[in-house]
T-cell receptor, first 111, second 116 residues
Framework: GQSLEQPSEVTAVEGAIVQINCTYQ??????LSWYQQHDGGAPTFLSY????GLEETGRFSSFLSRSDSYGYLLLQELQMKDSASYFC????????????FGRGTSLIVHP | DAGVTQSPTHLIKTRGQQVTLRCSPK?????VSWYQQALGQGPQFIFQ???????QRGNFPDRFSGHQFPNYSSELNVNALLLGDSALYLC???????????????FGPGTRLTVL
């Protein structure tokens, strides 16, 4: 089976930088995705890492270390609108690219 | 470019009843996946449809069934509803042969199902 661990809640202030960690256990690891979900909204794709290293997309960056079964999402210049739940999701080989989601991290951004 | 749409937005049923939820994928997408999301949890994979066939299934009982139509839209059916089936049901579409883009799932707004 697959399992993912991420903190249940993270708080930060506007303008700060925050890192949300994710560790996983799975066989046939293919890649790690991150999704954002605002209260009452749909999950929105943020990033995908298949290779080790950092991928940057604007204020958000995602990192993967395959040898450590570890990844993180880095959010810079935090804004109030970044308050949301963030899910890491592991994709295992199998051809169907189906993500298995963690329980999510609630990010609370204070003014 | 229309995104993923789902209907209805909210639904209230009683135990033992049956429900059908509907999903239209993002334009150009050929694959539809269904997820159940309980409050405070991540989405749990139910099944995925491609070329009108169930391609993969998660750990859900046979009471959960689905269908994909030639226009790629999809339905999720749940029979003999239980209280524990109360959740947000999310549909996500993707492109099966899009290379790296195949890893990106576009989610609809969901259907909030309440079973009384």
């Amino acid at each position: 089976g697959q399992s993912l661990e991420q903190p249940s809640e993270v708080t930060a202030v506007e303008g700060a930088i925050v890192q949300i960690n994710c560790t996983y256990q799975t066989s046939g690891f293919y890649g790690l995705s991150w999704y954002q979900q605002h209260d009452g909204g749909a999950p929105t794709f943020l990033s995908y890492n298949a290779l080790d290293g950092l991928e940057e997309t604007g204020r958000f960056s995602s990192f993967l270390s395959r040898s450590d079964s570890y990844g993180y999402l880095l959010l810079q210049e935090l804004q109030m609108k970044d308050s949301a739940s963030y899910f890491c999701a592991v994709i295992a080989s199998g051809g169907s690219y189906i993500p298995t989601f963690g329980r999510g991290t609630s990010l609370i951004v204070h003014p | 470019d229309a995104g993923v749409t789902q209907s209805p937005t909210h639904l209230i049923k009683t135990r033992g009843q049956q429900v059908t939820l509907r999903c239209s994928p993002k334009s150009g997408h050929d694959t539809v996946s269904w997820y159940q999301q309980a409050l405070g949890q991540g989405p749990q994979f139910i099944f995925q449809y491609y070329e009108e066939e169930e391609r993969q299934r998660g750990n859900f009982p046979d009471r959960f069934s689905g269908h994909q139509f030639p226009n790629y839209s999809s339905e999720l059916n749940v029979n003999a509803l239980l209280l524990g089936d109360s959740a947000l049901y999310l549909c996500a579409s993707s492109l099966s042969h899009g290379g790296r883009r195949s890893n990106e799932q576009f989610f609809g707004p969901g259907t909030r199902l309440t079973v009384l």
